[in-house]
């Protein structure tokens, strides 16, 4: 066996997740192991929704029993389990660093979690252990964005500009709060281990684990937060798990999975039942263009594209254009669904 992976549960399965099973002769590694159920405009009963979410984390939860490795890339309910914390007993837990780089809903939510990791495992108040605030310098993101920052957005560049700086003053804002907050320390207990994952490299026999420096949950700046993807290596086999980039809406991102050029390739597609809400039609453009981009770059043998998208009937006519690319090129582009058999199910309601 070489570099072996199987989605766990996805969108098109019914429920919201990304959970990914990785497996190597050295590790297994299961990345976000969360659940979450379908938003009030998912074209299904309630009952069936939450039926969904009992199945998937029925299927999560086994898995997690059989690695060794657990991943969180964020905190959001979809990546990660809060309040099931058996699931942690006995693992490695590399996870996204709750003390930077994390909006304020997702740090609540990561205190109050770590605070329950330590409690159990531990027998200790996290209070009594956190390390004191210290402060430290963050540059502006958009240094690092060489590609996106000089597109040219013709008519939206005026108000674009308009929306970076607001987001500045937003990353500002969050700067401050990381740098009064107390730290919550990386740690071993007798049953857990728990390592933050940005830009971090992880070696386990042949096997190496590398997480991206944090990045945004979708457009420059942000409010949703940032995230983690995570490369799993084995030998010379590759796997790019990215998390929510939500297309990737970044140019630079698309680039930097171009750049890592995975044998496999999971990737989030935009939030198309949110057009034109938290989606505007020039963001969605951008990541309809660097998802051809991706898929025309690469050589991977699979693209798994799937969560988010398959939220409402009209995601595949709505990136038709995507899916046209990965048929012209002979590439398999496949939600989850497909890639096990089966139709996704918002298109069977």
């Known amino acids: 066996m070489r570099l072996y992976f199987k989605p766990v549960w996805f969108d098109s399965l019914g429920a919201k997740s990304s959970c990914t099973w990785v497996e190597t002769p ?9 659940i979450a159920v379908m938003q009030p405009s998912f074209p299904a009963s309630m009952v069936k929704k939450i039926w969904w979410v009992e199945m998937g984390s029925g299927e999560i939860k086994k898995a997690c029993r059989e690695a060794e490795i657990l991943i969180i890339t964020h905190y959001h309910y979809d990546h990660y389990f809060p309040e099931d914390l058996d699931i942690y007993k006995g693992k490695i837990v ?42 430290k310098e963050y540059p502006n993101p958009m240094l690092e964005l060489k590609i996106s920052s000089k597109k040219d957005f013709g008519d939206y560049n005026k108000r674009r500009l308009e929306l970076l700086k607001l987001g500045y003053r937003f990353f500002e804002k969050m700067v401050k709060e990381w740098n009064k907050e107390k730290k919550i320390p990386e740690v071993e207990f007798k049953d857990i281990k728990i390592r933050w994952a940005d830009g971090a490299e992880f070696k386990f026999g042949k096997t190496r684990i590398k997480f991206t420096k944090p ?9 949703v937060g940032w995230v983690v993807s995570v490369i ?66 690469v050589e991977s043998k699979v693209i798994l594209y799937d969560h988010h998208l398959p939220r409402e009937r009209k995601f595949r006519e709505r990136t038709r254009e995507v899916w046209e690319m990965g048929k012209r090129l002979d590439k398999k582009v496949l939600t989850v669904a497909e890639f096990l058999g089966k139709m996704p199910v918002v298109l069977t309601l």
Not at 216 to 223: A, D, T, Y
Not at 255 to 278: F, K, R, S, V
């Open 26 to 34: 050295d590790v297994k590694i299961i990345i976000d192991p969360g």
């Open 94 to 135: 590399i996870a996204k660093n709750p003390n930077e780089y994390i909006n304020d809903s997702q740090r609540v939510r990561a205190l109050e979690f770590y605070e329950k990791i330590f409690r159990k495992y531990g027998k200790v108040e996290l209070e009594k252990v956190a390390k004191e605030a210290e402060v």
């Open 215 to 223: 990045l945004f949950h979708g457009i420059e700046f942000s409010r």
């Open 232 to 297: 799993i290596e084995y030998k010379n086999e590759k796997l790019f798990y990215s998390s929510d980039l939500n297309g990737p809406l970044i140019e630079d991102y698309a680039q930097l999975i171009i750049d890592e050029n995975p044998d496999i390739l999971i990737l989030d597609g935009p939030a198309t039942y949110m057009i034109p809400y938290t989606l505007n039609l020039i963001n969605f453009r951008r990541a309809v263009e660097n998802a051809k981009k991706i898929i025309k770059k």
